[in-house]
C-alpha cells in the first residue's frame, strides 16, 4: 500500500509476545505439575523430557503427579544438548503422540525440550532442577556445536514450577552461576541503550526495566544467598525467571546478553573451559561494567559475596587468554552493538582492562 502524497505512511508494525500462563515458586510445588496441566487445558498424552540424574531426582515425581492427573505419560531420557539429540527427541516424542512435553532438569534439558516443543508446536512445562541461567523461562535455546554454544530461537514455557526444596539439592555453584546471569542484565541493558542512541535499534522500556530489577535483587540480596539454605533458593529463582521473561517482552535477548556475553562466547572459542555460562559472564560483567563507567567494583565485590569466579585464574583460563577474548569478542555478532564497538578492544586497552579490574 502506499501513501498519499504529504501523509504519513501507514503504521504495519507487529510483533507477538508470549509468556508463561502460570509460575508457581516454592517449596513442594513440583506436586502441583498434574493440576497446572489441567488447568491449562492440556490434554491426553504427555512427554517427560528429563536426564539420567534429574530422572531419579524429580523426573519420576513428575511421572507419578502427571499419572495421578489421569495423563498418559512416557518418559524419555536426554543427552547433550546438541541439535542431533533435538531432532532424535522431536522423532520420538512425535511418534508418541504427545500433546505437550514437561521438561524435568537443569538448563541442558530445558532447551532441548522447549526446542522439541517448537519443533512440534506443542506446549511445554519447564520444571527446573538448577537454576544456573535465565533459560529456565526464556524463549531462546543455547545449543552446542562443534566448536561452542549457540543460541535459537524456542518455545516460552506455558508454565515455570520451581520447586525450591528440589533446585536446592543441585550443587551452590549452579545457583551463584544463575545469579551472575541476571548480574549480566545491567551492563546487558546499557549496551542496548547505546545501540538504540547510536544506531536507532529498537528498545523496549518495559523489557529493560524488567531486567534491570531482576539484576539489582540479586545485587541487594547477594549477602543472603549462602549454601544449604532454601530461602537463598527463593530470593534468586524469581529473579531469574524474570530475566527471562524480560525476553519475551522484547522478542530479544537483548536484555539479557550484551557485551559480557560476548566475552564469555570468545573464551569458550579459544578455551574450552569447564567454567559454567553464568560464571564467565560474571567475569564478562565486572570488564563491561567498568568501561561504561558504571559501578564495577560494587559488582565485583557482589560476586565474590556469593562465591562467583572474579579472576581468568578461578575461571581456568589464562590472563592472556582472557585478553585475546576481549580483542575478539566484538567479531562474534557483528550486528549487534555494544561498548565494545564495530572495531573492539586493542591489545593494549584490552590487557589494561584486565589488569586494572583485577581479572589477570
Known sequence: M??????????????????????????????????????LGFSSRSAVITGKITKELAGNHVDEMLRKEGYEVRTFVAGAPTLDEVSRLTSEVGSWGAKFIVAVGGGSKIDISKMVAFRLKIPFVSVPTSASHDGIS???????????????????????????????????????????????????????????????????????????????????????????????????????????????????????????????????????????????????????????GGEWTKIRNTLKVMGAPVTAGELGVTSEEAVTALMNAHTLRPERYTILGSTGLTREAAERLVHVTGVA
Open 2 to 39: 502506499v501513501a498519499a502524497r504529504g501523509s504519513p505512511a501507514p503504521f504495519e508494525k507487529a510483533r507477538s509476545m508470549v509468556f508463561p500462563r502460570v509460575v508457581l515458586a516454592g517449596h513442594g510445588v513440583m506436586d502441583q505439575v498434574g493440576k497446572v496441566s489441567s488447568s
Open 138 to 292: 526464556s524463549p531462546r535455546a543455547s545449543l552446542k556445536g562443534e566448536r561452542e554454544a549457540f543460541s535459537v530461537e524456542a518455545s516460552v514455557p506455558d508454565a515455570v514450577i520451581a520447586d525450591t526444596s528440589v533446585i536446592l539439592q543441585a550443587p551452590f555453584r549452579f545457583l551463584v552461576a544463575g545469579c551472575a546471569d541476571v548480574i549480566s542484565n545491567i551492563p546487558a541493558v546499557v549496551d542496548w541503550r547505546l545501540a538504540q542512541r547510536l544506531h536507532n535499534e529498537e528498545f523496549s522500556s518495559t523489557a529493560a526495566a524488567l531486567a534491570e530489577y531482576a539484576a539489582q535483587e540479586i545485587v541487594e540480596h547477594a549477602s543472603l544467598i549462602k549454601p544449604g539454605l532454601e530461602e537463598s533458593v527463593w530470593i534468586a529463582i524469581r529473579p531469574i525467571i524474570m530475566s527471562g521473561v524480560a525476553m519475551s517482552v522484547a522478542g530479544t535477548s537483548r536484555p539479557s546478553s550484551g557485551s559480557e556475553h560476548l566475552f564469555a562466547h570468545a573464551l569458550e572459542r579459544i578455551h574450552p573451559t569447564t567454567a559454567m555460562h553464568g560464571e564467565m559472564v560474571g567475569v564478562g560483567t565486572i570488564m563491561m561494567m567498568y568501561l561504561q
